[in-house]
């Protein structure tokens, strides 16, 4: 049974950072592609940033580049998504899954950028 447990997010002034954690099981992670979306309140879920299987970053929304960096650790069957210069428009409820995705979602872990 897949299962994707994300953790890592809460309330963070503008400005700050954090880090999100993926922790996966049930399938092979380390051949599939990952991904981190994010759903803001009232909105469409998007396609935050992707990674390979072997580590190669294969995209960032154009909203995130350069204060986002995405990793993975095969080890751990875990993906990080490291949040730097956090806007109050990135404020959402962030997923991980394959990219596309494929599996059931998880939870996901809320993401409030307000002073």
């Known amino acids: 049974q897949v299962q994707l447990v994300e953790s890592g997010g809460g309330l963070v002034q503008p400005g700050g950072s954090l880090r999100l954690s993926c922790a996966t099981s049930?399938?092979?992670?380390?051949?599939?592609?990952m991904g981190w979306f994010r759903q803001p309140p009232g909105k469409e879920r998007e396609l935050v940033a992707a990674i390979t299987g072997f580590g190669a970053v294969l995209n960032y929304a154009d909203s995130v580049k350069g204060r986002f960096t995405i990793s993975r650790d095969n080890g751990k069957n875990t993906v990080y998504l490291q949040m730097n210069s956090l806007k109050s428009e990135d404020t959402a409820v962030y997923y991980c899954?394959?990219?596309?995705?494929?599996?059931?979602w998880g939870r996901g872990t809320q993401v409030t950028v307000s002073s």
């Open positions: 049930g399938f092979t992670f380390g051949t599939r592609v």
């Open positions: 899954n394959e990219a596309p995705p494929v599996f059931s």
